[in-house]
C-alpha cells in the first residue's frame, strides 16, 4: 500500500496498524517526517499516518521533538469511541523522556503527559490501554522512583 522515503512520510513504522472506520489503517513512524530537532534522523521525528483502502497516506502528525511535542514514536497507537487516536512517544516532551500525545479527529495533537524519569518514568516504548471512563494505562521502560520503569495511568 505504501513504502516509506524517509522524508515527509516517515520512516521505519515500529509499531502496529490501527484498523479504524472506513477501513482506514492507522500508525506511527519513528524517524522522518518534515520537521524534527538534532535527536532525529531524515530531518523528522516520526508521523502519525493514516492509509486508506486505496493506498493514499496522510500525515496527521509531524512530531518535532520539541518541549511541546515528542519525538519517536514507537508503539501502536489506540482510538477511543470518538475516533480520537492515542498513542507515546519514546522522547521528547517537556524533559526529554518521552510523552503520551492524543490526535483529535480534526488532526490536532495534544501532550497529554510528558514523562519526569525521576518521578513518574521515562521513554514509554510500548501501547498504551483505554478504559470505558476514558482513563489511559501504559509502561515507561526506565526511571520513576526506583529507576526500573513504572506502570501508568492518566486521567481524563
Not at 118 to 126: H, I, K, L, R, V
Request: proline letters at 5%; hydrophobic letters at 30%.
Amino acid at each position: 500500500l505504501h513504502s516509506f522515503t524517509g522524508s515527509t512520510d516517515g520512516a521505519y513504522p515500529s509499531g502496529g496498524l490501527l484498523l479504524g472506520a472506513k477501513e482506514n489503517l492507522y500508525g506511527t513512524t519513528s524517524d522522518g517526517g518534515s520537521s524534527g530537532g538534532t535527536e532525529c534522523v531524515y530531518g523528522g521525528c516520526g508521523v502519525v499516518f493514516e492509509i486508506s483502502p486505496a493506498g493514499k497516506l496522510t500525515i496527521l502528525h509531524d512530531f518535532t521533538g520539541a518541549p511541546s511535542d515528542g519525538a519517536g514514536p514507537y508503539a501502536n497507537l489506540v482510538m477511543d469511541t470518538s475516533g480520537n487516536l492515542y498513542g507515546t512517544t519514546l522522547i521528547g516532551g517537556t524533559f526529554d523522556n518521552g510523552t503520551v500525545f492524543k490526535i483529535d479527529t480534526s488532526h490536532n495533537e495534544s501532550v497529554l503527559h510528558s514523562f519526569d524519569e525521576s518521578t513518574d518514568g521515562a521513554a514509554p516504548f510500548g501501547p498504551v490501554t483505554l478504559d470505558s471512563k476514558g482513563n489511559i494505562y501504559g509502561t515507561a521502560s526506565y526511571g520513576g522512583p526506583s529507576g526500573a520503569g513504572t506502570v501508568f495511568m492518566i486521567t481524563p
